[in-house]
């Protein structure tokens, strides 16, 4: 039998290469599948334990007491021993005497081999050491050569600074000077406070601590596990390890760190499958066309077997034998191509190609008695009998998409449920292209009656044959899930980016140490017409987060509002008041009387009269207080006050303010103000934070030393504000900011938004300059940040440099979108659009196939034999293919439709909760683009195929 | 019964009906014909006859839709799909039209023969004749490695009678084994048939066109209108007597007699019989 199984593949090798092919990518996707999310979750687990503090991914334990520090060795003992940990032993004292500062003379095991010499050696004896090269910069006369002698510190108040012990003291000779090789390094440990505080350590050997006398060492013990154990995310592996309790009990973190491991690996792990499986479900389904064409055209064989008798195992072997074979080494082939090809794959990519195999086996066995279940009579038929069937496969489709979308909505996202879209997508693609065909037969009758012999072929052989609907339902299958894949792509990057958009609000974000003036003005300096950088910082007003921007560059930010938002904030309005350096003369009316004041006052004591201030805003934004000579009086008087030799290049009069002491009744109004005798601006405008009026009043009830302001008019009476409605339809009504003094200044509600960036969605946005104007500069914004556009010049940050900003750190977009797509939705939705990829190439390949073994059918052939013209029978089965291209595309785009409906929720779209919901629909644009691409192949690859078929004159 | 020996047939009052979306079709109506074991018969008439259908009974691929059809001792309309499918592995060996149809175009004839063999290699009892001394039957001495298409048409055919008589059977239906053939090779062919007969004792049935071949295999049974409608034996036509007492009139008779004709029938004291055409 093997023989003629081995005659039969070599006689027909051109016609078993199809499926040997096919069972190879079965078995590469099979592999890719299982290696894949092991490959993402171990990069996943990766960047988790890069990015996790020292103290989240490795045990450590210390001790300084006759106890502890027992406890201490014996861990450092038994970990020794655990093949999974590295272990770094460390004993250290803190001493005096490198400079006026404490340092930390510390022993860590094999230290040598973690240090870069600046110059010297490592220590080898007793009383050698080796400083840090900071230390040498900072403390003058340490040198290799220096002899220092140290004496143990201590500090026994913890209020006071740590002090030299009168234990004694010990020589040292500093011989080497050293830098860590890699600061970040596990070796070095969780960093301590004393890291944090920068304490020198100096490294040296065990017999030197023992020769120094000290009261106090401190052991510590570092187990610093394997990669690989930290990659599986699994604590209960590290539990089970053996590690001594103790160290454990004393890292709480570590679990933390796994945990969030754990969690990602389930989830890329759980989600992978959702579409690789349907899609290897879909490369069965070929292989069952695939095989189930090649039995047809061995029918009359299997026909004159079954004739004479032949046992049914012979005949299933002769029938089947050969695809088996195939199966039976190609599969494995395609899995071992992976596993050797991925890095880390592992045993389980093979053991995916050996379960797929199994289902291939099953596949080609079912198929092939199928066949042989039919009379001799039958098999030796030109044509085979047709006769309704049970649509098996529909209704088997269908209750497992009905069972994944009944758990699904149940609430479990486990199993079936997670599968629920494709399979959703998968069944309605299936179940229409059931359907359409018969739907569609009576057109065939028609176009045949009306003389379209071509179209009326061409729709019978779509519709009426089996080969035609199983290529129907698999392009229909394969468009679906791909059309679905690249829905969820489009919305999971739309939600990727507008998420890092609204966290980020632009392109570059530069953390600065400035104040908003300094950074106002910094940048008003380095990018002077507001093309490519905005100054922001954060506030809080009554429990709620502040966004304040300067909104007259809100082009800069990455926010689609921002330009709906500057115009509602910076309503335009009445002039600043410039002033320049001169005299400054503010003209009072003042109706005021002097009131007794309440209660004896001290011998020698007196209540002054109430006092004017000028406020003015200096060129580089800061604002300063002005007084005003002389006291209050009745009547109209100026009151003046010299203006600081900074404001000859202009400063904006920012405010009056007025400090009374409770001797005093009456109304004040400004009458007019001038510099130099120069009228720079009347009275008309001014008012009180919060108010129209420009009515200042002195009152008893004033808190005595607290100033009241009184605002010009180009400061409105509250502050615009857009606010985030999930804090109210009409914002917060009653939000206010604190002035100095009992005043408050007002924001006022103008604008709704849904989100503000950066902050969230209980916020609300400011203009930067008009808050520190309401505000008079008494509030002051943190978090200060500069952010840039995408058109921000190379050499912004220099620039902003050279303006005197202290740029302390630096995110970007481009960075938080390599972050983003290394998340486990975008890795997994990655893996599934490369399925779905997959699955469209196999598609194509198994109708190139079945196509070009068209012109061997008996039905075209009796076409022929019938008078059909051979140009005619081309021109038919070309129309076959496109139909069945461009219907499966369109059959698949609505199952694609239907299951985005259906079960969007599943899909991996989304990393946690994005502040902006996801689209509820993908662009049109990817998807149409995504359909006639499936389309365009099809047709295409096919017409080839025929156009091949014509040269050779297949069907002459 | 031994292994060579011819197996007899027997056809009561068979008729086969053919079900089908435009309406049913009588195939064969009544047919009754006896062949005895190692005869040679040559199946002969017009097409859509019934011969075909007819042989198709004796072999177990369509089961008679009344009436009976007796192989040796089996009753084919009794039999189950695997006693069947069994009797074609071992008793009963079918060669259909055109040779290629009968076998594998990628294994060698040797393979062929051997293939045929199993189903009867799988019954205990029967003892299988070398493939190369079955090939020798049927005049292909030597030709064991030899593939289809390496093989000339007579020759094909002679592979095919070689494939249907690889598992030693009582009876060998052949479905025009001469068809397209030249003289040369319809000869070989005829005598291949012979040879089987003579050395075996295997019955053979032989659905054919050509009178030729007939007159060489000696019994000449002509179904027609899915009747045994004459038969010939050693040159000799003969009508036949239906099971229902019906008798048809060769062609050329008929012409004389249209139906409707009425005649009287005379039994002579010599035993002969005389039809008288009436007169109204």
Known sequence: MIALLMLALRERRRAYAAIALLCFAIGALAALGAAYPRAVADGIADDEIKTAAANERMFQMSGSDDTSGAAVLAVAEATRRLPDYTTVYAAGVSVMGFGAERSVLTYRENACAHVRLVSGRCPMGSGEVMVPAGLVQQTRGIEVGTRLFLVEAIKPDPKNPWMASNRGRAPIDVVGVYQQSNPGEDYWGVRTSEDAAGVPVVLTRPETLNSLPHETEVLTVTAIPARPLLKTGDYDAILRSKLDPNIIKSSPDVKGMLDRIAAKRKYVETMTPAVVQPVLGLACWALFLLVSGRLQRDRPEVGIQSLRGLPLAHRWVLAAGVSGLLALVATPLGGLAVTLATPGAGGSSMSAALIILAVELAVIALTALGLLRLRPLDLLRRVLPTGSKVPLIEIAVLTVAGAGFAQMKSGDRSGLGILAASLIAVAVAVAVARVLPLALRPAARRQLHRGRIASGIA??????????????????????????????????????????????????????????????????????????????????????????????????????????????????????????????????????????????LPPGAYAPKARVFAVVELPGGEFQELDLDNGIEPGVHPYAVTLPPACAEGCRLAGLSLLAFGAERGNLAIQRITVDGRPVADGKGWHTPGTDAGQWSIDPAMTIGQPTYLLPPDVPAGLPAAYTRDLGDKGPTSASFSLRGYQRAPIKPAVATDIVPRVGHKAMVVDLPSALRATLGSTTPSKIEVWLSAGAPADAQRKLTDAGLAIVGTESRADAVARADRTPPALTLRMQLGAAVAGVLLLLGVLLVVSSGDRRTTELAGLRQAGVRAATLRRATRITYAMISLLGVLIGVVAAAVAWAAAQSVLPIVDGTPWLPPPSWPSPLPLAVGAAGIAVLLIVGTHLIFVGDRRGRGLE | MSEHAGLAVACRRVVQIYRGEGGDVVALSGVDLTISPGEMVALVGPSGSGKSTLVALLGGLLRPSAGRVTVGTYDMGRLSDREISRLRGTRIGIVLQGAARNLLPYASLYRNVWLAQRRAASTSGIALEDPERVLDLVGLPGQGKTRLHELAPGARQRAALAVGIAASPGLLLVDEPTSQLDTGGRDEVISALETINAERGTTVVVVTHDGDVGTRLGRVVTIRDGRVGAEGRNGQDFAVVAGDGTVQLPPEVLEEFPPGTLFTIDHAEDGSVTLVVGSS
């Open chain 1, 459 to 600: 729709l019978a052989l779509a519709t009426r044959r089996p080969s035609g609907r199983h290529l129907l339902a698999l392009v229909s299958t394969a468009a679906a899930l791909f059309t679905l894949v690249v829905g969820a792509t489009d919305v999971s990057s739309t939600t990727r980016h507008t998420q890092i958009d609204l966290t980020l609000g632009a392109d570059r974000v530069l953390m600065v140490q400035s104040s908003p003036a300094q950074a106002l003005a910094a940048v008003r300096q380095a990018d002077p017409d507001g093309a490519w950088a905005t100054v922001t910082g954060r506030l809080a007003v009554s429990g709620t987060d502040v966004l304040a921007v300067d909104l007259s560059r809100a082009a800069v930010m990455r926010w689609p509002e921002a330009t709906a938002v500057a115009a509602a904030l910076k309503p335009g309005g009445p002039a600043p008041i410039e002033v320049s350096a001169g005299k400054l003369e503010v003209f009072i009316d003042a109706t005021v009387q002097a009131i007794p004041v309440q209660g004896e």
